[in-house]
């Protein structure tokens, strides 16, 4: 996993001029085009016309239903439409298996991080969605957050996570009101848990090593699944639009415009309302403004953003 986060971390570097294209022109063919999309998917980018043919991402609607979230990994369909001689309306549609890498997007970078976390589906249990995220646990009950050995709350208990912990004698000035929080990675989800692992002591990593006391709470660093309710995380740079969420794992999924908890447009100052999902390196999360869609790349550093 650390080797994955470096190349992350210089991608998004090399991508962020690609993200000044957050919102393009689409082709005038597009309008009509929505008119003819199948029941059940949503519209998403027009992403390509080809003489005349048009291509118009789209999705199912229930991609942004914690019930039944959508997948990076799923197979991917597009609506491929006949245009007029000028390619400016759509004369007839047809939905069709999508074939190859979009060309005309920023996603083909993720897209072999994200084939790397499919290759190790097999090194999770059965039906894991794999996910690479970071995030913290928000249980604020003092026994701590139960770590189970299935996703079920009538599972075995392998350990728990700390409550959010306070130095007693001091700490940093920085120390977030509410305490630390017990962070770890996201590694996958399964109807409502996540499967963690690498859960580390409660502030820790921000504090002087001197000072951080030795009877501080320790937690469960094995693996194991915690409910997705219980569960926060920091929204970071995914090197895709900002201001919003898709609503499909994908960039070119229909964007829909969210606010920070405080206002201003949705971006790597603070976190969801809500973790609910996730597919890969996306997050399913719902924005304090109610807006429920996918958000690329979370974090759990509790100091800083994640920018």
């Not at 999770?124 to 189970?148: F, H, M, Q, Y």
């Not at 794992?249 to 405080?262: C, I, N, S, T, Y």
């Amino acid at each position: 996993m650390p080797t994955i986060r470096l190349f992350v971390a210089s991608m998004l570097c090399v991508a962020a001029a690609a993200v000044a294209r957050a919102e393009e022109t689409e082709p005038a063919w597009r309008a009509s085009a929505i008119a003819m999309v199948p029941s059940g998917f949503v519209a998403g980018a027009a992403y390509r016309t080809d003489g005349s043919s048009g291509y118009l991402a789209v999705y199912p609607v229930t991609s942004n239903d914690p019930k039944t979230p959508g997948s990076v990994f799923a197979a991917r369909q597009a609506l491929v439409v006949t245009l007029t001689p000028d390619a400016t309306r759509a004369v007839s549609a047809e939905l069709k298996p999508r074939t190859g890498p979009d060309p005309d997007n920023d996603d083909s970078d993720f897209a072999k991080l994200h084939a790397d976390l499919a290759a190790k589906r097999a090194t999770l249990p059965g039906g894991t969605e794999p996910c690479d995220l970071g995030a913290w646990s928000i249980d604020k009950d003092t026994s701590g957050l139960n770590v189970r050995a299935e996703p079920s709350a009538k599972a075995r208990v392998l350990g728990t996570l700390p409550a959010p912990y306070r130095l007693k004698l001091g700490g940093r000035e920085n120390t977030p009101d509410g305490g630390w929080l017990t962070e770890f990675r996201i590694i996958g989800f399964k109807d409502g848990w996540f499967l963690i692992e690498g859960a580390t002591p409660p502030g820790k990593d921000y504090e002087d090593e001197k000072q951080y006391p030795r009877s501080a709470p320790k937690p469960y660093a094995g693996r194991g699944w915690v409910a997705s309710n219980k569960v926060g995380a920091s929204y970071a740079n995914g090197a895709t639009r900002m201001g919003g969420l898709f609503q499909a794992p994908f960039v070119d999924a229909k964007w829909m415009p969210a606010e920070r908890e405080l206002g201003g447009a949705l971006d790597t100052d603070g976190g969801p309302k809500r973790l609910l999902a996730c597919s890969g390196f996306w997050g399913l999360v719902e924005s304090h403004d109610g807006v429920r869609g996918w958000w690329r790349s979370l974090c759990s550093n509790q100091v800083t953003n994640c920018s």
